[in-house]
């Protein structure tokens, strides 16, 4: 299984990004999928998660209105949009895959993870 994010990099506060996660090696229609995001000493922290047919998502409370998750399970990719980019939202962003798909925002619930994508927003 790969999970290979991707579209991260460097923005101005108030600029825009679209990650994309790719997914092989997995029936990706069977998977919830998430996204979070770390800082160096500090824990992994939930960003967002999409149900397996893309029917339900669910958004940190922090990032309500700004990021917007979605997937294409004809391509095996997850995106997040992220919108009104603020410098607190650097950090490694990481997609993950979910085949329980009960509790999407409980880090340890997930069974793959990619590698992660630095975004880093200046201000």
């Known amino acids: 299984v790969q999970l290979v994010e991707s579209g991260g990099g460097l923005v101005q506060a108030g600029g825009s990004l679209r990650l994309s996660c790719a997914a092989t090696g997995l029936t990706f229609s069977w998977f919830a999928m998430g996204w979070f995001r770390q800082v160096p000493g500090k824990e992994r922290e939930f960003v967002s998660a999409?149900?397996?047919?893309?029917?339900?998502?669910s958004v940190s409370d922090s990032m309500k209105g700004r990021f917007t998750i979605a997937r294409d399970n004809a391509k095996n990719t997850v995106y997040l949009q992220m919108n009104s980019l603020k410098p607190e939202d650097t950090a490694v962003y990481y997609c993950?895959?979910?085949?329980?798909?009960?509790?999407?925002?409980?880090?340890?619930?997930?069974?793959?993870w990619g590698q992660g994508t630095q975004v880093t927003v200046s201000s």
């Open positions: 999409i149900n397996r047919n893309g029917g339900s998502t």
């Open positions: 993950a895959a979910d085949l329980a798909g009960r509790r999407l925002e409980d880090a340890g619930e997930y069974d793959y």
